[in-house]
Nanobody, 115 residues
């Protein structure tokens, strides 16, 4: 069955870095758009970054220049490199895979930015 498993979250100080990973299985990873979303307490889930199979990327304005989405099709894994983290980046981060009418979600990983 389809699985998306996020890892790499944790507690980090402002200005620090984290790299999130999303290990995928159960579908043809290389053909899917991959994305990262986040949801902070009391807020709606929002788009962070997306990447197409062809390598096009899109970022929320709030993370441009700080976050980078990437993928390794050989490992069926997507990544989100997060640099210069800010307290407002604190949220549960979710991995998403989408293609036409198919969309899959991971269970989420907590990122907390605090001193």
């Amino acid at each position: 069955q389809v699985q998306l498993v996020e890892s790499g979250g944790g507690l980090v100080q402002p200005g620090g870095s984290l790299r999130l990973s999303c290990a995928a299985s159960g579908f043809t990873f290389s053909m899917y758009n991959m994305g990262w979303y986040r949801q902070a307490p009391g807020k709606q889930r929002e788009l962070v970054a997306t990447g197409t199979p062809g390598g096009r990327t899109n970022y929320a304005d709030s993370v441009k220049g700080r976050f980078t989405i990437s993928r390794d099709n050989a490992k069926n894994t997507a990544y989100l490199q997060m640099n210069n983290l800010k307290p407002e980046d604190t949220a549960v981060y979710y991995c998403n895979a989408a293609r036409f009418l198919n969309a899959y979600w991971g269970q989420g990983t907590q990122v907390t930015v605090s001193s």
